[in-house]
């Protein structure tokens, strides 16, 4: 008995280790960080009143991130298109930022195909030539 045990336990060791020499699966898509930072101001909202969402894109100026009086500046990206959808695929619309990097957005719940939990707003452009897509959830009250 004490043999068909340790002859278990050897046989589940060397499992454990075959399973995890498993190559690492690859992605459908390549992950890479945002050319620009979304600050949002707006996440809740009540059924009957508009969806008003400030988002304000920056660029990172990280050429003093290792001067501790510097740090990272982040500059307001003025003139920057973004094109809002719900869904991946429906267009909600396409906004300018303004000269302090600001879009003012505002629909109702029936603009953005009525009133849910949750909806995600996808803000996609581009930037210095590299696109990117920012998340921001908005929410019944």
């Not at 949002?40 to 400030?54: H, I, L, M």
């Not at 991946?88 to 003012?104: H, Q, R």
Request: proline share 4%.
């Amino acid at each position: 008995m004490k043999a068909q045990n340790i002859l278990l336990y050897l046989l589940l060791a060397v499992s454990v280790v075959l399973i995890g020499c498993n190559d690492e699966p690859e992605l459908k898509f390549d992950i890479i960080e945002s050319p620009v930072l979304a600050m949002f101001d707006g996440q809740s909202f009540p059924e009957t009143a508009p969806v008003d969402v400030t988002a304000t894109f920056y660029d990172l100026d990280k050429s003093g991130i290792l001067d501790q009086n510097v740090g990272i500046d982040s500059i307001p990206v003025a003139g920057l298109n973004i094109t809002v959808f719900i869904d991946e695929s429906v267009e909600i619309g396409t906004f300018t930022t303004d000269a302090s990097g600001t879009i003012n957005f505002s629909k109702s719940w029936a603009e953005l195909g009525g009133a849910t939990s949750n909806l995600r707003l996808e803000w996609v452009g581009s930037f210095d030539s590299k696109p990117f897509r920012i998340y921001h959830i908005v929410t019944v009250e």
